[in-house]
């Protein structure tokens, strides 16, 4: 079974620019959230989607990130403008079913620099 | 506030058991995660634990004490591949709800 696709898997950037993240999840995974992992420390929640519907997106910057799953497959991750606290590592995962046990299956991430 | 906490490095040596502690104070608990990450690598699901007492998967196992908010991660027969960094998560709200991450721990296996 193919695990979670990223892409692209390395960007750099200027403050201020624009940037987008895209993300295939596990097929048949109904699930999918988006991670921030800054360097040295655990991943954050950004957002969580079910199907096409957002779960939870208490922790999304809003003024600056937005995210879509529009058919419910495919997510991409949107930042505008970027801001130099913005370089980490944006995980991408996926799960299948609603319980509590579920786990979480990991992309290999987008890597963002911010200079 | 949500707090996890695991040490920040360990050192052990080929061939050795390591423990790896993770305590933690969340609003809500439905369970506790561990996942191993290598470098600039995604993490990978080791074990899952949601009820008291000790889950063992090869040379892993992981305990858990809900009423003390504690949990560790024993590793058996260490590898050099195991040098990785080991993350504690908690899943605090029941259904497939987000984990919240500890820092992780950066296990380096020494010969």
């Known amino acids: 079974e193919a695990g979670v696709a990223q892409s692209p898997r390395y960007k750099i950037i200027e403050k201020r620019q624009s940037v987008a993240f895209w993300c295939n999840p596990i097929?048949?995974?109904?699930?999918l959230y988006w991670y921030q992992q800054i360097l040295g420390q655990g991943p954050k929640l950004l957002i969580q989607f079910q199907n096409n519907g957002v779960v939870d997106d208490s922790q999304l910057p809003k003024d600056r990130f937005s995210a879509e799953r529009l058919k419910g497959v495919d997510s991409t991750l949107k930042i505008q403008p970027a801001k130099l606290e913005d370089s980490a590592v944006y995980l991408c995962?996926?799960?299948?079913?609603?319980?509590?046990?579920?786990?979480?299956?990991f992309g290999p991430g987008t890597r963002l620099l911010v200079l | 506030g949500q707090n996890i906490d695991q040490p920040t490095e360990m050192t052990a040596t080929e061939g050795a058991i390591v423990q790896i502690n993770c305590t933690y104070q969340?609003?809500?608990?439905?369970?506790l995660f561990w996942y191993q990450q290598h470098a600039g690598e995604a993490p990978t699901f080791l074990s899952y634990n949601v009820l008291d007492g000790l889950e063992e998967k090869g040379r892993f196992s992981s305990f858990l004490s809900r009423s003390k908010g504690y949990s560790y991660l024993l590793l058996k027969e260490l590898q050099m591949k195991d040098s990785a960094s080991y993350l504690c998560a908690v899943r605090r709200n029941s259904g497939n709800t987000p984990l919240v991450f500890g820092k992780g721990t950066r296990l380096s296996v020494i010969a």
């Open positions: 995962a996926s799960s299948h079913g609603v319980g509590s046990g579920e786990t979480q299956y």
């Open positions: 097929s048949g995974h109904a699930t």
């Open positions: 969340t609003s809500g608990f439905n369970g």
